[in-house]
Nanobody, 118 residues
Framework: QVLLVESGGGLVQPGGSLRLTCRAPRTITSVFNGHTMGWYRQAAGKQRELVASITGGRITKYADSVNGRFTISRDNSQKKVYLQMNSLRPEDTAIYYC?????????WGQGTQVTVSQ
């Protein structure tokens, strides 16, 4: 299990931007590098869904709903993963969770709230 700590959520107007950060403070770099990192979100009354993921080799995948607006990246030396969110919409409102996966074993952060509203 990997301890994950998210930050960067908040309230933003439609069309605005936010950057989420997830760090793994207790994981050594080589172990972090071996994990696929992802951002998931869960809106009220809905199931948790994958937003974006990035492998240790920086292969990325995006949900269709965010493709072209969100960018996932990672800094392996800092043991951090980022989610840059642009052109935010009200439907992006959710709790965003950081995920680390290696060989089918998942670790989750505590979540950070993102609210897109006037």
């Amino acid at each position: 299990q990997v301890l994950l700590v998210e930050s960067g959520g908040g309230l933003v107007q439609p069309g605005g931007s936010l950057r989420l950060t997830c760090r793994a403070p207790r994981t050594i770099t080589s172990v972090f590098n071996g994990h696929t990192m992802g951002w998931y979100r869960q809106a009220a009354g809905k199931q948790r869904e994958l937003v974006a993921s990035i492998t240790g080799g920086r292969i990325t995948k995006y949900a269709d709903s965010v493709n072209g607006r969100f960018t996932i990246s990672r800094d392996n030396s800092q043991k951090k993963v980022y989610l840059q969110m642009n052109s935010l919409r009200p439907e992006d409102t959710a709790i965003y969770y950081c995920n680390a996966n290696q060989n089918g074993v998942d670790s989750w952060g505590q979540g950070t709230q993102v609210t897109v509203s006037q």
